[in-house]
């Protein structure tokens, strides 16, 4: 076979994959296109364009459920992201370097058990823990932000702990033995060594907790009480009096966050290589 | 500074890593651990930096023991064979390590990095992160910051096994520049035999956790202790046999060699250095067939089958070319040594 004839073959390949590429990529955001689309529809109809409108941003800008539901999603999933950080880096760092110890089979399977379990399952227990807790002990005060927060933690914890531990398990421990051959405490090879080489496992689980909180809905509903509804729970319950365009135009403004998001960490990536 | 190691002993789970070990170095030795992998070279050398602890010995610096102190309250550095440089560090904040631990500050600080960076000659790639470099850089900055601190005694882990060959000489060099310059002990650990008898002023040569002869290295080269040492550092040719009280050498055919020793009459083993016989006939003479030759350029390489079946190997160097030297397959020859080339072993 001559050299023109592969490459003929090559590029008819090759167009057979950018068919199939374009397939994939619609069959992924053509839904969000379309969504996008419409926020700007000026028809109330969430099937027929009519004209080019922002009508749904201004409703959506003075609508206090949907804001206040907004930053309710906002402040636990910061909330929790943090808690889960701090506990999900003990556990990982703990299952990656301190080897062999008394009840570590336990920890693991505790840690991979909110990665398996039904999110159902996991709601409903941390349900019945909350209210046996306040019976019990009196607290938590009854249901809202706060246990909201925690049941998204306790979840997260396990997904922080998988990063770090795989990061920490990656690195290895020579660097470690370096900084204490060069005179560092234990403490202080953590410190300056260890800590940024995690740095980027704790951003990354960090960011992951934000988002299963943000995304979250099972969980939530079962945990929150009344005057806590979270984002999702507060769309949810619009979609079942049927949609506006006014959700159209939320979720607009989310993919727009998210996006700048990764242009931003892509931004700074690029420039740190 | 003065190391002295007394009955060190270190096990990991139920195997025997290092088995009764002492070893003195002394200040200024260029020490160099050579040994086969799983010799328990790098074991050893982990126990003195404190990341392997012992179940039994002694490990005593200028007469303190290192035993009970971690790693980080000894004043022993490693330069590990990876490196290890920290990869969000500069090569100056790399070199600087150890030095800021120590409390220094501001001029001084600045002051013993750009000396360090000098004497390994990176003096402009200060600001450089560690990936930025060649392999043979990153090898140097390791060097300087385990040297920054000025560590009583300096602990090279396989120093020159990342280079690529060509650097490795040069390396080499440097390195016992550096160290014949700051006057430091160095224990280096390497499974090269050029390296081990290039460098050293004494070489330990370990197997199975222990150490099988200690010497200089002409020392090691020409009077292995057993057999193992030997055919470990360079190349031998066995022979069994018994030896009589005034040296005779007896081979199972009744051939006599003399061997310049004494001792006890009994089993012995004779080992022939390949480059001490020649292909003619000398004091000692064996007969055989020329089985093979193998060209080295400087050097050639000649198989001798012996009428037994066993062979032999001679080196010869080629200082009048190989032409002088060239035999054919089949060709008969004898090989001839003088009796002071005969190095008797013990039987096991």
Redesign the interface.
Known sequence: MGAAARRCWGARVSRLLLLWLAAGYAFLYAPIAYLVVFSFNASRMVTAWDGASLRWYQELATDPTLVDAALLSLRIAAGSATLATLIGTAAGYGLARFGRFRGRGALEAALAAPLVLPEVITGLSLLLLFVMLEQAIGWPRGRGAGTVTLAHASVSVAYVAAVVRARLADAGT??E??????????A??FA??TL??MAPALLAGWLLAFTLSMDDLVVASFTSGPGASTLPMVVFSMTRLGTTPEIYALATVIVAVVAGGLALLSLLRLRAR | MTLAITGLGVRYDDMTALADLDLTVAPGELFVLLGGSGSGKTTLLRAI???VRPWTGRIVLDGTDLAPL????RP???M?Q?Y?????LSVADNVA??LR??GLRGAALAARVGEMLALVRLEAMAGRRPHELSGGQQQRVALA??LA?GPRLLLLDEPLSALDRSLRADTRTELMRLQRRLGTSFILVTHDQDEALGMADRIGVMRNGRLAQVGAPDEVYERPADRFVAEFLGAANILVGELAPDGTFRLPDGTLLRTGTTGQAGPRLLALRPERLRLEDGPNRLPGIVVAQEYAGESVTTQVRRPDGSLLRSVQALDRGFGAARLAPGAPVTLGWPPEACIVLPAT
């Open positions: 020579t660097l033995q370096a900084a204490m051959d060069l005179y560092a405490s234990p202080r090879a300056l060594v940024p080489l | 930096a404190g990341f971690p790693p980080h309250r022993v550095n490693t590990f990876s290890a440089l920290f990869p969000h390590f150890g631990r120590q910051r385990s601190p």
